[in-house]
């Protein structure tokens, strides 16, 4: 118990280290910028305190659940080697934790109402959500072939710039965008967990080569599927944007204006929806293992224990974040854009884009995973450092797109460009890692503070239709960091070459 105690101190310590650099981005804004206090400055220091715990307990119940159980799984299922089984598993595991992902259910639900109901809510979901299963069991063959991963990704982005001339400008930016909302926070530990332990049970595979990549492939099938979904839709039905401009404001405003206020009742409604996420990842897992693999969990006291700390964690973190920072984060979102100071708008996306991926679990609980599996090479705040520069930078140009206006495509295509000219200059091992980098940065905090910003740019200036300019901040938030993370590799690399020289 005394062990216990220390480990968490330890993690409440790191997390309430993690929470600095949002309060300061906060708290800067608040005083400077729009010059006066929350009302609510109590509830907001509780919510903080909150989080703090929550990531806390979500840490601590990775180690002893979900990573132990992810791997095991995949060191059986290479055992019994049944190839069928296998994929089954993956692309259950896919499917089920994307379709009620919370993220994926908000974007769709604004995609339907700015496109006046043209844009079908649950097809969406059903879309992205079977694409993401594809892409698991995509990711999961790739390791059993030993087939090296920059071919699928490179291949994939050609195919997605290539849809994008096709399709309709209205789903091209929520396509995008459909590819990083839909890496949860439960999602990617256990995800990552497979992929390593699979490669780390077949002879011939590295762990940090070969297990990382499944997320990769997760966020990016999705801006495929759903493209193809919106050229079958709009070719159906073709209609002008300008019939739904007054659908598009309402619907705008109410993602703005979805936090501004607290109330007790939504307590239970939020631990209620945190065991709906996680119950299919369990029913998933759990018939699996009973009634495929047939073999009871290791350490079932301990997994079980681990699973239910997950709960309370992610359910403390979303709890926090809804008492203090969406509201305040959301408001001065909507304040800038009023303020009509392009520099401000770049600051705000520049800083809240760093700030709020350095806190984001899903980044941590990777970070953690590839320091682990590659012996010490890879630092894991570094990494995240790395990874919140990308998500800082590329959320900056996505709001700069937006004021300037311009084509989303011709952005996206200069950044896959980049992201494949560093595929051949990075060593191996820091690739796989760079591609997942972009799926884990847009999860439980990143994502509600960008849609909003995004949306609300588009609502404020002249000239911008939410529907197409709105969306697309995620995916520059899910391009960039892959460019930072294998320029932080070639840079490792040559600092190492030069101590050896």
């Known amino acids: ?35 006066q206090l929350p009302e609510n400055l109590t509830s907001i220091l509780l919510g903080l305190f909150i989080v703090a715990v929550g990531l806390a307990l979500f840490i601590r119940g990775l180690e002893l659940g979900i990573f132990p159980i992810g791997e095991n799984l995949a060191i059986d299922f290479a055992k019994k080697g049944s190839l069928f089984w296998l994929l089954l598993f993956a692309f259950t595991i896919g499917f089920s934790t994307t ?12 995609a339907a109402a700015i496109s006046a109901g043209k844009i079908d809510a649950t097809l969406l979901r059903l879309t992205v959500a079977f694409s993401v299963g594809f892409a698991i069991a995509l990711g999961v063959f790739r390791i059993l072939a030993g087939h090296p991963i920059q071919y699928y990704i ?98 705008v405003k109410g993602t703005v204006e ?27 897992i759990f018939f699996f293992q009973y009634l495929i693999l047939r073999r009871p969990v290791v350490r079932l006291h301990r997994v079980t224990v681990g699973i239910i ?27 800038l854009t009023a303020m009509k100071n392009d520099l401000l708008i770049y ?10 991926t350095m806190a984001e679990p899903a980044l941590l609980a990777v970070a953690i995973k590839a320091k682990e599996v590659s012996e010490g090479r890879i630092d894991d705040t570094v990494l995240r450092v ?38 051949w ?27 909003a910003l995004g949306l609300g740019l588009a609502e404020n200036i002249k000239g911008r239709n939410p529907l197409v300019d709105g969306f697309g901040l995620i995916a520059f938030a899910s391009l960039f960091p892959m460019v930072t993370v294998m320029g932080y590799g070639i840079y490792a690399e040559f600092i190492a070459r030069r101590k050896t020289s």
Do not use: C
């Open 347 to 356: 600051l705000f996306a520049f800083l809240i884009g760093f700030s709020t």
């Open 425 to 451: 200059l990075a060593p191996r091992y820091i690739i796989p890692i760079a591609y997942d980098s972009g799926g884990v940065t847009t999860s439980t905090v990143t994502v509600p503070l960008v849609a």
């Open 154 to 251: 490179i291949g994939g982005y050609v195919l997605v710039v290539l849809i994008t001339f096709f399709a309709p400008p209205e789903i091209v930016g929520l396509a995008y965008d459909s590819g990083g909302v839909t890496t949860s926070t439960v999602t990617v530990p256990l995800v990552a967990a497979l992929g390593i332990g699979l490669a780390s049970s077949i002879k011939g595979r590295n762990p940090a080569i070969d297990g990382f990549g499944l997320i990769a492939f997760a966020s990016l099938t999705p801006m495929i599927f759903v493209q193809l979904y919106g050229i079958v839709v709009y070719a159906i039905s073709p209609q002008s944007a300008h019939e739904t401009i007054e659908v598009m404001e309402k619907a």
């Open 386 to 423: 790395a990874v919140a520069m990308g998500v800082a930078v590329g959320i900056a140009l996505g709001a700069y797109r937006i004021v300037a206006g311009g084509s989303l495509h011709s952005y996206i295509i200069v950044g896959y460009a980049a992201v494949i000219l560093l595929t």
């Open 309 to 335: 700390l997950v709960i309370l964690g992610l359910y403390a973190f979303i709890l926090g974040l809804e008492m203090g920072l969406f509201p305040i984060g959301e408001t001065i979102a909507f304040q």
């Open 1 to 35: 118990m005394g062990e216990s105690l220390k480990l968490f101190a330890g993690d409440l310590k790191n997390a309430f280290k993690d929470l600095v650099p949002i309060v300061a981005v906060v708290a800067f804004f608040q005083v400077a910028v729009v010059r």
């Open 99 to 110: 379709v009620a992902e919370p993220a994926l259910i908000a974007v769709a639900q604004k």
């Open 258 to 284: 979805a936090h501004e206020t607290f109330q007790l009742g939504d307590i239970l409604w939020d631990l209620l929806a945190v065991l709906r996420d996680v119950a299919p990842i369990l029913a998933v």
